[in-house]
């Protein structure tokens, strides 16, 4: 019963972290920038993209914990 509960929760937060990452600005202009002039408007992150940090690092930090704990067969 727990392992199954936590096996939802795992794959929740997997599904979560990917969301969380596809949620962040991209870093670098990609073949864009090959054409484009000047530099970006945004150079400095904002207190929304540090919560999503954050959040993301809070996640990924979860996700890894219950997928050695799930692995290990600790709660066997």
Do not use: Y
């Not at 596809?22 to 484009?36: E, F, N, Q, V, W």
């Not at 992150?45 to 600790?74: D, K, M, P, Q």
């Amino acid at each position: 019963m727990l392992i199954t509960i936590l096996s939802w929760t795992w794959v929740g937060f997997g599904l979560l972290l990917i969301l969380l990452v596809l949620l962040h600005s991209p870093k670098g202009d990609g073949m864009g920038g090959i054409a484009a002039s000047g530099s970006s408007m945004f150079t400095s992150a904002s207190s929304a993209e540090a919560s999503l940090n954050r959040a993301t690092w809070t996640c990924l930090s979860i996700f890894l914990s219950l997928a050695v704990i799930l692995s290990a067969g600790w709660l066997k």
